[in-house]
């Protein structure tokens, strides 16, 4: 089936600084999504791809479709204390299995103060 | 509006034993997926209801199984509970069948003894 690699696995970083964080597929998705997850709550949608190439900004968060659909990045900057928490990617395909996302195992962020 | 809504947030079960946990999604959306969460496995999709038919089912055994009301309120139930049913499940709900972006509820935690 599909698999996403997300890395990096964990991150320890100083409040300020920036951070980067990608997927990548052997297969080729129509939507990426990026999620973030805090402790004891689910996932909450941070940003939406629909286009390859596609670069869209959230506040600090950007993050990037990859031109060959097969990768996205996400990018902080500047990070803050509660930018801590658990970042996925997911990704969707229309020819299979629509309204089903398939997660990468996510990017542990901790920001030290 | 109010958000997804999971019951029970926690529940505790024995092996052999079944458990029903409920989903209640955003109002107007018509679509309700389920997820289950584990650390060793990440978030692996379950299935996905529309309209009260299961559209989508990820790869699980048949002791998982669900359905959808008509007021697209959703049931997952899981029978003969192994240990390794521990995990956090997670409920998406959406406008429409395939929709790409789904938001979350907080999950219940369920720990098989």
């Known amino acids: 089936g599909q698999q996403l690699n997300q890395s990096p696995q964990s991150m320890f970083i100083q409040e300020g600084e920036d951070v980067s964080m990608n997927c990548t597929s052997s297969?080729?998705?129509?939507?990426w999504l990026w999620y973030k997850q805090d402790p004891g709550e689910g996932p909450v949608l941070l940003i939406a791809l629909y286009k390859a190439g596609e670069l869209t900004s959230n506040g600090r968060l950007t993050a990037q479709f990859g031109i060959t659909r097969k990768d996205s990045f996400l990018n902080i900057s500047a990070s803050i204390p509660s930018d801590v928490g658990i970042y996925f990617c997911?990704?969707?395909?229309?020819?299979?299995?629509?309204?089903?996302?398939?997660f990468g195992d996510g990017t542990t962020l901790t920001v030290k103060p | 509006k109010a958000g997804v809504t999971q019951t029970p947030r926690y529940l505790i079960k024995t092996r052999g034993q079944q458990v029903t946990l409920s989903c209640s999604p955003i109002?107007?959306?018509?679509?309700v997926s389920w997820y289950q969460q584990t650390p060793g496995q990440g978030l692996q999709f379950l299935f996905e209801y529309f309209s009260e038919t299961q559209r989508n089912k990820g790869n699980f055994p048949g002791r998982f199984s669900g359905r959808q009301f008509s007021n697209s309120r959703s049931e997952m139930n899981v029978s003969t509970l192994e240990l390794g049913d521990s995990a956090l499940y997670l409920c998406a709900s959406s406008p429409f069948a395939g929709a790409d972006t789904q938001y979350f509820g907080p999950g219940t935690r369920l720990t098989v003894l």
């Open positions: 109002s107007g959306h018509r679509s």
């Open positions: 297969s080729i998705f129509n939507t």
């Open positions: 997911a990704g969707q395909s229309y020819n299979t299995n629509a309204g089903k996302s398939t």
